[in-house]
């Protein structure tokens, strides 16, 4: 049973996934503190952050909203790790493990929003657009 966001395994992964991009930034050239490493780590933290709040709302309708916000900040967080592959601040063993999770994440969040929207969607005089 849910209880509170904590409770979610999308909210878990992605709390891994926020260490998993700051043990990966740490080796991103320092002149990159305040650029790329900056926008990575962002993109990272605001995907659980948007769960949690999102989950603490009092509608499903702001719920959906916020997990959209989260999958939002997973594509962001997916170019800038291809960004900082191309640049080769990481390797492709490193990419793809973050890419992987990454993913999970994204299927996670919508397999949350799809029958929050369904829900939403057949109650009666709810418009959730």
Same mark, same amino acid.
């Given at each position: 049973?849910?209880?509170? !966001? =904590? ?5 878990? @992964?992605? %709390?891994? *996934? ?6 990966? #930034?740490?080796?991103?050239p ?28 009092? !509608? =499903? ?5 916020? @997990?959209? %916000?989260? *999958? ?6 997916? #170019? ?5 592959l ?32 369904s ?11």
């Open positions: 049973m849910v209880k509170t !966001h =904590k409770d979610l395994d999308v909210y878990k @992964l992605s %709390i891994e *996934l926020v260490a998993d991009i700051y043990q990966a #930034t740490n080796r991103f320092k002149e990159e503190l305040f650029g790329l490493t900056a926008h990575v780590s962002k993109s990272a933290v605001s995907i659980p952050s948007n769960i949690a709040e999102g989950s603490a709302r009092n !509608h =499903k309708k702001e719920f959906i909203q916020f @997990l959209y %916000i989260s *999958l939002g900040s997973a594509a962001e967080l997916d #170019t800038q790790l291809l960004i900082s191309n640049l080769r601040f990481m390797d492709q063993k490193d990419y793809q493990r973050l890419i992987d999770k990454l993913t999970s994440i994204s299927k996670m969040l919508m397999g949350l929003i799809n029958p929050l929207y829900y939403l969607s057949t109650a009666k005089g709810v418009n959730v657009r």
